[in-house]
Structures are given as structure tokens and as C-alpha cells.
């Protein structure tokens, strides 16, 4: 469970699989290069945060992976969450947060958590991430627009009100590079092997430097990109820094553990395997711990690079170490031409990563299904937009948690077979006179067992027996287990035989264990409602 898909791989490594994988991280390396810079900046830090991750945390997330292809590095799910920490507590509270949240990964891999990711409901995925790339696309209006203003506000409906005071000064050279690269790396062909996005980032830097347009780049808003990786640093200070950002540290763990998971689940998709998902939050975790060591930020499965390595080759962990040591190379040799890269082609390769981001084909299925799934859709996505992703998502799961249970305990039933006379249910054997027989359906919980409680209003007339049959109950907690305590009782103090029949496996072992069957009687324990009635038949008749 816990060995790295690349010890797996090498099993069986061929010198083809190598150059298929060599070939594939270059790409990725090339793919990966705008985001990684475009992300960071997203987040209100220099372009080289973003770098550092992708080399430092890219390389060990693949190294220690549980998914053959899946490709780490910044992604734009962390853009909202990381803008809020570093707006708050700056660079060296997001690096205390990112390296809590690494040490949660890793305790949550190894207490085998890595399934518990698939009970989050699609709705509530989907709301969030929708939430989050229209999140993303308002940071990115400003250079898109080359809007000449102050640092937009924090609040959704604030930010556009400042852009449309600012909109007389857009300028035109920044709109037309924002709009080239999002028409170029969209009519890009699939077929060519460069990416796009790096042809538009050379292109639009070429042609500003030569024409001297003027319009923002890297360089003149954080003068340039340092030559490889900085010196180590630890920058936790106090066991009071721990509390006051554990709670910015469970989010991003959270959201690491959700975009990582659903990155590999993807990955499996594409070359049908089967990813280890504890080993991969294990990876996630020591990516997170060492990524602000060396100045990077938070780093998680990226879906979209993930699809890249795969459709050029990419089968082993290499590849995408392979893409970390390709940054590298480029953080060593082509750091200060970064400095050319107008900030308008960046906020263009995100515009493009918020389209793909928003999910609006699952949007839109979802809005023709369940009223109920409509309403955990829209309450994530309006939160995540309008409030917090933390809170959004909190809410998107107590909110589908509910309606969930609502919708289970309306699925359960409690009929009186005696009074119907439903000859299917009751067998061939009639129940004897003042025998009342009830049959439950459905799970039997906190959800569904006030639907009992005319079972104990029926017992106000002290009937001979009472038969609870339970052939179709499948599951019961501890609050079925004291309705069944409290009808015991109520029989008990009448004269009342309390009779089980057809009780299913998870139901008798809930009784066993409170020891209930013992109390109840196990000669009242009976495998069907034909034994219950013959056993009481002969009762009656002594």
C-alpha cells in the first residue's frame, strides 16, 4: 500500500518507456512554465513561488506517488484559498500553513483516508470548482485589461464595482496580447508537440520588447526571476503561529487531498490503472512539507498537465520528474528572460484555465437533475463565489448530508400488516387473534424512526403480541436500537410479547452487541413472520 508507483515501474523498465516518458516531461515541463508563473501571481506573490513548486514539489510528488501519470505542481484551485492566507498573514504564514497542511496529508495517508474522498458528493465538487475559476477570472480582469488602479478589492461585488470605475483606462496592447493568446492556445493544433501557451508567452514578449508597447510584464511589476532555487528556510516561529494558522492548514490539506485524489482517479481513466490513493496523500504530504522550504507554495495533482503527459507518452513517475528537472533547467539558464513576459499573455493563459475550470457541461447536467442536487450545486457555487471556499464547501457538505438523510428516511416505511391483511407479507399462516404486526422497510435511523411511534400508540390497547417484522431493514444505528429498547419496555409493562422476525445481519449484530437479544428473548427471535405466528398460535391455544 504504501510503495511509490516509481519503485513499481522500474520492475519492468524498458529504455523505450524511458524516451516515451523523456519526450512526455519536456512537454509538461514546456506546459507547466506560464501556469506555474501565472498561478503565483494569481495569488499576489512573484512568479517564481510558482516555479519552486513546480520543481521542488513536482519532483516529489512523483517520485513518491501512488499514480503512474498523475503530474503535481500549483494549480488554480489553490489560487482563492492561497490569495486569502498571504493577504492575511503574508509569505511566512501561507509557508507555516503549506507545511502543517503537508504533515495532515501524510498523517491522513497513513490512517488509510485516501478513500474517504469519493463520499464527497459530485454536486458539491462541481459547485466549488465552478465557484472557483469565476473566483480566478476576476483577479485576472485587470491585466487582461491593463487597467491602470490599485489593487482590486477582496470582496467578489466590490472587485467589479473598482474595475468598471477603472474601465476608461484600459489599454489596448494589453487587451490585444490577453486576447491573442486565449484565441491561440484555443485554435492551437492538438497534433503539434510544442505548446501553445509557451508560443503565445515568447510571441507576445517578442513583440512587446520590440515595439516597446507599453504594457506590464514580469519585470516591471517584480523585476525580474532569481537564477535557481533559493536557500533552504524554516520560517515556523512559535507554537502560537501553529493555532493560528492550523485552521488555513486543514483547508488546504482538504483541497490538496480532494484535487490530488481526483487527479489520479482521472489518470487511472486514461491508461486503466489503479492508483494507491493513501500512498498518493503520503506524497501529497511531503511535497506540501518541503515545497515552502525552498519558497514554494501549496502543490497538488494537476488534472490538466496529468492529461498532457499522458497523451504524449508519459506511462511512469520518470515523466513527470522529468518535468520538474526540465523547470529546473529553465529556472537555471532562462530565469531573467522571464522578466520580457507581459503580464496580459499570463492573465490570457489563465482565462483559459478558468474556461476549462468551470466545469459548465457537469454545471448544466446537474441543473436538469434532482431539485436536491440543484440546491447543494447552488449553495456551493454562490458561497465559493460570494463568501469563502472553506465555508462553501462546509456547507455544500451539511447541506448534501441532510437532504441525503431526509431523502433515505422517506424512502423508509413502517406498515401495519395485520389491519391491511396483505396476504404476500403475512404468509399463509394468518396471525392469531390480538396480534399486531408491523413491517419495517428502509434503513432504521435517527432519519426514519418517528415513523415507529404509531407503534407504540397501537400499544396503548395492549395487545397479545407484538410482531416487528424486519426482512426489510438492512441497516440500524443507535437510535433504532433505542426505539427497539423503548417498544420492549412499553411491551413489557403491558403484558406484551415483543416478537422479531427476518432480522437481517447488520440489525442482529447492532442488538447482539447491546445485548439486547438476550433481553429481548432469543425464543423471540424468529426467521420469518410463518414461525412468529405458528409459535404464537400454539401460545394462544395453551
Not at 506555474?36 to 513546480?54: D, K, V
Not at 477582496?154 to 474601465?167: I, M, N, R, S, T
Request: proline letters at 6%; hydrophobic letters at 50%.
Amino acid at each position: 500500500m504504501f510503495i511509490p508507483k516509481s519503485i513499481v515501474c522500474l520492475k519492468d523498465y524498458t529504455w523505450r518507456q524511458f524516451r516515451a516518458d523523456l519526450a512526455a516531461g519536456v512537454v509538461v515541463g514546456l506546459v507547466a512554465l506560464p501556469l506555474a508563473m501565472a498561478f503565483s501571481i494569481a495569488c499576489g506573490l512573484p512568479p517564481e513561488r510558482g516555479l519552486y513548486t513546480a520543481v521542488v514539489g513536482g519532483f516529489l510528488i512523483s517520485a513518491l506517488s501512488g499514480s503512474r501519470v498523475a503530474i503535481g505542481g500549483p494549480t488554480g484551485a489553490f489560487i482563492v484559498i492561497v490569495a486569502g492566507i498571504v493577504a492575511k498573514y503574508g509569505y511566512d504564514g501561507l509557508a507555516v500553513a503549506t507545511g502543517l497542511a503537508g504533515l495532515i496529508l501524510i498523517a491522513m495517508g497513513f490512517s488509510r483516508m485516501g478513500t474517504l474522498v469519493k463520499y464527497i458528493p459530485f454536486p458539491v465538487i462541481t459547485g466549488f470548482t465552478s465557484g472557483i475559476a469565476v473566483v480566478i477570472f476576476s483577479t485576472q480582469v485587470k491585466d487582461f485589461l491593463g487597467l491602470k488602479m490599485d489593487s482590486a478589492p477582496a470582496d467578489f461585488p466590490d472587485k467589479w464595482g473598482a474595475y468598471f470605475k477603472a474601465l476608461p483606462s484600459w489599454n489596448p496592447y494589453a487587451l490585444g496580447i490577453g486576447v491573442f493568446t486565449v484565441a491561440c492556445i484555443f485554435l492551437w493544433p492538438r497534433s503539434w508537440k510544442v505548446p501553445a501557451s509557451i508560443v503565445c508567452m515568447v510571441l507576445a514578449s517578442f513583440a512587446a520588447a520590440l515595439w516597446r508597447w507599453p504594457v506590464e510584464s514580469i519585470g516591471t511589476r517584480f523585476g525580474g526571476i532569481p537564477q535557481g532555487l533559493p536557500h533552504p528556510q524554516f520560517v515556523l516561529q512559535s507554537w502560537a503561529q501553529i493555532k493560528l494558522l492550523l485552521p488555513s492548514a486543514f483547508t488546504v490539506a482538504a483541497l490538496a487531498a480532494i484535487e490530488s485524489l481526483l487527479c489520479a482517479v482521472v489518470a487511472d481513466g486514461m491508461i486503466g490503472g489503479r492508483h494507491k490513493s493513501n500512498m498518493e496523500l503520503v506524497a501529497q504530504g511531503v511535497a506540501n512539507c518541503l515545497s515552502p522550504v525552498f519558497g514554494g507554495i501549496p502543490a497538488t495533482g494537476a488534472i490538466a498537465r496529468t492529461a498532457t503527459n499522458v497523451r504524449n507518452g508519459g506511462r511512469t513517475p520518470v515523466a513527470g520528474m522529468v518535468h520538474a528537472i526540465v523547470l529546473f533547467l529553465i529556472l537555471l539558464s532562462a530565469g531573467p528572460l522571464a522578466a520580457h513576459v507581459p503580464l496580459a499573455a499570463l492573465a490570457g493563459v489563465l482565462v483559459v484555465v478558468c474556461y476549462h475550470m468551470s466545469e459548465w457541461h457537469s454545471f448544466r447536467f446537474i441543473l436538469t437533475g434532482p431539485v436536491t442536487d440543484i440546491a447543494v450545486l447552488l449553495t456551493t457555487f454562490l458561497l465559493t463565489v460570494f463568501v469563502d471556499l472553506t465555508v462553501a464547501v462546509g456547507v455544500g457538505m451539511v447541506l448534501a448530508a441532510f437532504l441525503f438523510m431526509r431523502n433515505v428516511a422517506a424512502l423508509s416505511e413502517v406498515k401495519a400488516l395485520a389491519q391491511e391483511r396483505d396476504d404476500e407479507r403475512m404468509g399463509k399462516t394468518p396471525a392469531p387473534p390480538g396480534v399486531e404486526v408491523y413491517s419495517i422497510n428502509g434503513s432504521f435511523f435517527f432519519g426514519a424512526v418517528e415513523k415507529l411511534m404509531e407503534v407504540e400508540q397501537s400499544l396503548f390497547k395492549a395487545p397479545r403480541a407484538l410482531v416487528l417484522d424486519m426482512a426489510g431493514v438492512f441497516y440500524m444505528d443507535a437510535t433504532g436500537l433505542k426505539t427497539i429498547r423503548d417498544i420492549r419496555q412499553r411491551c413489557a409493562s403491558r403484558g406484551t410479547r415483543l416478537m422479531l422476525s427476518s432480522v437481517q445481519p447488520q440489525p442482529l449484530a447492532v442488538l447482539r452487541k447491546a445485548k439486547k437479544v438476550e433481553k429481548i428473548g432469543k425464543e423471540n427471535f424468529k426467521p420469518n413472520l410463518t414461525k412468529a405466528f405458528e409459535d404464537l398460535a400454539v401460545t394462544v391455544s395453551s
